[in-house]
């Protein structure tokens, strides 16, 4: 049974996202990778250390240096280490049936919902959204050593616990949504056990350092400066807005199938405050109106399971299954081949004739108009080109318009 549905999961996570193996880079990749070469190695760790920003993706830094150590500037390596990601977390969705009040008839088909649900492609394809892939590997974790050190009381699990909780921290701010979880797992399993109480109090009050140590940045940090996030922003708009978006279509079908099978508490609650929750720290962003696809990874863990708690609920699954199956996978990997891969595709090949440009040109290059800020173009030119970060300059940049190579793509939409 476990080893059928280990090869049926993965199959389906890798099936799904097949065609965008072969994608080359897209615009904020190299900044990734640019980053990662500074700081991933072990000389580079203490810099890392001091920056406020990327300190909160160091798992993710980590692993892009020690692909590109082993396998240069290959869009295929990165791709596949993202492919490979997806496809163990969907495992780790599976696995959250070892959790009693989930259990595995429910877990098992989230799971699989999971490996091919289009709405977290971003996530999935863009390999500077690799900090999404790691925080959700490493939350799970949390919560799966968590739960088993609720039920069966040994140690060894309460200290996993602890350490994938860290490494979730140290792999995106949002593993931060996980301590009311572990909270109410407490509550649920265990209440009077004071042992859990006391380690839940020990990450809350790393939680709060942790905190306190993003804040306490304050000019120093690139995000809380360039509008990207704002607790000015209209939150609540966001959230109640990106929580509708995520539902449709498969989660409103699952709450109407619970809802006529009287299941809406236990599991289903558990799954949409899940959903809520993991998206609320993405809701303070101010430049769009609602949670951009890379960043509903961890929320669609909920989804999943709400998924998954309405195909147990139904009496006559056995008899749907065939074409629930098809319906599922016609939409979301028709939507995925279809619409997306031509979007990425199209994302890719801005980046790259700036490239084409910048190879035949003697910098300073200075761009006039293009869909990628000049700084992620620099970073583009840097890695695949070597040319110097200040050899791209805005427009704007004051000695700019001497330059005689200007770029302007009028090609992309």
Same mark, same amino acid.
């Given at each position: 049974?476990?080893?059928?549905? !280990?090869?049926?999961?993965?199959?389906?996570?890798?099936?799904?996202?097949?065609?965008?193996?072969?994608?080359?880079?897209?615009?904020?990749?190299?900044?990734?990778?640019?980053?990662?070469?500074?700081?991933?190695?072990?000389?580079?760790?203490?810099?890392?250390?001091?920056?406020?920003?990327?300190?909160?993706?160091? !798992?993710?830094?980590?692993?892009?240096?020690?692909?590109?150590?082993?396998?240069?500037?290959?869009?295929?390596?990165?791709?596949?280490?993202?492919?490979?990601?997806?496809?163990?977390?969907?495992?780790?969705?599976?696995?959250?049936?070892?959790?009693?009040?989930?259990?595995?008839?429910?877990?098992?088909?989230?799971?699989?919902?999971?490996?091919?649900?289009?709405?977290?492609?971003?996530?999935?394809?863009?390999?500077?959204?690799?900090?999404?892939?790691?925080?959700?590997?490493?939350?799970?974790?949390?919560?799966?050593?968590?739960?088993?050190?609720?039920?069966?009381?040994?140690?060894?699990?309460?200290?996993?616990?602890?350490?994938?909780?860290?490494?979730?921290?140290?792999?995106?701010?949002?593993?931060?949504?996980?301590?009311?979880?572990?909270?109410?797992?407490?509550?649920?399993?265990?209440?009077?056990?004071?042992?859990?109480?006391?380690?839940?109090?020990?990450?809350?009050?790393?939680?709060?350092?942790?905190?306190?140590?993003?804040?306490?940045?304050?000019?120093?940090?690139?995000?809380?400066?360039?509008?990207?996030?704002?607790?000015?922003?209209?939150?609540?708009?966001?959230?109640?807005?990106?929580?509708?978006?995520?539902?449709?279509?498969?989660?409103?079908?699952?709450?109407?199938?619970?809802?006529?099978?009287?299941?809406?508490?236990?599991?289903?609650?558990?799954?949409?405050?899940?959903?809520?929750?993991?998206?609320?720290?993405?809701?303070?962003?101010?430049?769009?109106?609602?949670?951009?696809?890379?960043?509903?990874?961890?929320?669609?863990?909920?989804?999943?399971?709400?998924?998954?708690?309405?195909?147990?609920?139904?009496?006559?699954?056995?008899?749907?299954?065939?074409?629930?199956?098809?319906?599922?996978?016609?939409?979301?990997?028709?939507?995925?081949?279809?619409?997306?891969?031509?979007?990425?595709?199209?994302?890719?090949?801005?980046?790259?004739?700036?490239?084409?440009?910048?190879?035949?040109?003697?910098?300073?290059?200075?761009?006039?108009?293009?869909?990628?800020?000049?700084?992620?173009?620099?970073?583009?030119?840097?890695?695949?080109?070597?040319?110097?970060?200040?050899?791209?300059?805005?427009?704007?940049?004051?000695?700019?318009?001497?330059?005689?190579?200007?770029?302007?793509?009028?090609?992309?939409?």
């Amino acid at each position: 049974m476990i080893l059928r549905f !280990t090869a049926a999961a993965t199959a389906a996570a890798l099936f799904a996202y097949l065609p965008f193996l072969g994608l080359p880079f897209i615009s904020d990749d190299y900044t990734q990778i640019r980053v990662a070469r500074a700081y991933g190695p072990p000389g580079g760790w203490g810099e890392l250390a001091a920056d406020p920003l990327y300190r909160c993706r160091a !798992t993710s830094l980590l692993l892009t240096a020690a692909v590109d150590s082993m396998f240069g500037l290959s869009p295929l390596a990165h791709n596949f280490t993202g492919h490979s990601l997806h496809a163990l977390n969907t495992l780790l969705v599976g696995a959250l049936g070892l959790w009693r009040r989930i259990g595995f008839a429910v877990s098992l088909p989230a799971a699989l919902f999971f490996a091919v649900y289009e709405g977290h492609q971003e996530a999935v394809v863009w390999n500077a959204a690799l900090p999404e892939l790691l925080v959700f590997a490493f939350s799970a974790l949390t919560l799966l050593a968590w739960v088993q050190w609720l039920q069966t009381g040994r140690d060894r699990y309460a200290w996993a616990a602890a350490a994938a909780y860290l490494f979730a921290l140290y792999s995106k701010e949002s593993a931060v949504v996980l301590l009311p979880f572990l909270a109410l797992a407490w509550w649920i399993e265990t209440p009077r056990r004071l042992a859990p109480l006391l380690l839940l109090a020990c990450c809350t009050a790393v939680t709060i350092a942790y905190a306190a140590a993003i804040f306490s940045a304050g000019a120093s940090h690139l995000h809380l400066n360039d509008g990207t996030f704002s607790l000015s922003a209209p939150f609540p708009l966001t959230a109640g807005r990106s929580l509708m978006r995520m539902l449709w279509i498969w989660g409103v079908a699952a709450l109407v199938v619970l809802a006529v099978r009287r299941r809406l508490q236990g599991t289903a609650a558990l799954a949409l405050g899940w959903v809520f929750a993991a998206l609320l720290p993405y809701s303070f962003l101010s430049y769009m109106d609602r949670v951009p696809s890379r960043h509903t990874y961890l929320a669609a863990a909920g989804l999943a399971l709400l998924v998954g708690a309405a195909w147990n609920a139904l009496p006559v699954r056995r008899r749907l299954a065939g074409g629930l199956v098809c319906a599922l996978l016609a939409h979301n990997v028709g939507y995925l081949w279809m619409r997306k891969l031509p979007q990425f595709e199209r994302r890719a090949a801005a980046t790259q004739r700036f490239l084409d440009f910048a190879a035949d040109r003697q910098p300073p290059i200075v761009v006039d108009c293009a869909p990628y800020a000049p700084r992620i173009l620099a970073d583009a030119a840097a890695v695949a080109l070597g040319l110097p970060l200040e050899a791209v300059l805005d427009a704007a940049a004051p000695g700019s318009l001497s330059s005689d190579a200007r770029y302007c793509d009028l090609d992309h939409p």
